[in-house]
């Protein structure tokens, strides 16, 4: 496995980032998660915009341009001869001192990892995801907005542990208002009497796949509701499903021990899951 780092492959055992790092003390910069299918790279050009976006949002200059992170990218891919693949690039603050001033971190530092992927929920994506509304709040847009994907994801990882204490596959999050947000890494859609309904994106990260999905219903002629949620829209749903870049176009049939519609994954969600495996074959860059 070959990794990149600000401009250079190092073996999987050689890459090394310095502990004075700030994206390691403090979790201070952004990453993106992105797929390959059959060896085209889904949607770029959107989680590039994303990642510049977080870091002008954090006020982290990349280093590099976008034409010159994406040609990394590809290099990337390339180098690990990988077809069917997770990307990961990180920007970091770069190496500074034990002060959490970023004016001591003279030059961010690009960091790409590729990994081979598969289908990350396996047999569930047929019998349905157990989810559990967390206690933890997700970010408020006030704080640090839910739109950066920073390097900061404890509020995630807290979500996630109290899912699996709580026998969910995944943890479903509210904001600080009360409404639901989304899942620890993956956008949530409600389905009720044949229309679907999602949050709006302040209180949760824009997801890529969550506008596949969109431009998925569209084309599919269902009606679309961005509207805040509670409890009541989830327990009483006819369908639950979420979507990511890891999780891709998931069915939720459990949440805090409610079965949702008849326990199975329901036909609109069934309808997205097929779609979205036709899109992903279809485009993406070479
Ligand atoms: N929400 C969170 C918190 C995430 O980490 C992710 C994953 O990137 C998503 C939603 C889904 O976003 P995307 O579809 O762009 O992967």
Not at 29 to 34: C, K, Y
Not at 97 to 121: F, N, Q, T
Not at 238 to 261: K, L, Q
């Amino acid at each position: 496995m070959q990794i990149y780092i600000d401009g250079k492959f190092y073996p999987k055992e050689e890459a090394k980032v310095s502990v004075f790092d700030h994206g390691f003390l403090y979790g201070d910069g952004v990453f993106e998660g992105i797929r390959a299918y059959s060896g085209r790279i889904f949607r770029l050009e959107e989680h590039l915009d994303r990642l510049y976006d977080s870091a002008k949002t954090i006020d982290l200059a990349v280093p590099i341009s976008k034409e010159e992170m994406t040609a990394a990218i590809i290099e990337t891919c390339k180098k690990n001869n990988l077809t069917n693949a997770y990307i990961r690039p990180i920007v970091s603050r770069g190496v500074g001192d034990l002060g959490l001033d970023p004016r001591k971190c003279p030059k961010a530092s690009v960091v790409i990892m590729a990994v081979e992927w598969g289908a990350m929920y396996g047999d569930l994506y047929e019998k349905g995801l157990k989810a559990v509304t967390v206690s933890v709040r997700r970010n408020p847009a006030e704080a640090l907005p839910p739109n950066v994907k920073s390097l900061n994801y404890l509020n995630n990882i807290l979500a996630k542990i109290e899912a699996n204490c709580k026998g969910g596959d995944e943890a479903i999050f509210f904001d600080t208002n009360g409404y639901v947000s989304e899942g620890s890494g993956d956008n949530i859609f409600v389905i009720k009497n044949g229309v679907i309904i999602t949050p709006p994106t302040l209180n949760n990260l824009r997801g890529i796949t969550r506008m596949v999905a969109l431009e998925i219903a569209t084309s599919l002629g269902i009606t679309v509701h961005e509207r805040n949620m509670g409890y009541y829209d989830l327990y009483c749903a006819d369908e639950v499903f979420v979507t990511g870049t890891a999780a891709e176009v998931a069915p939720i049939t459990w949440i805090d021990g409610r079965t949702i519609g008849n326990g199975k994954p329901g036909p609109i969600t069934r309808q997205c899951m097929e779609q979205f495996k036709i899109v992903v074959q279809k485009e993406g860059t070479p």
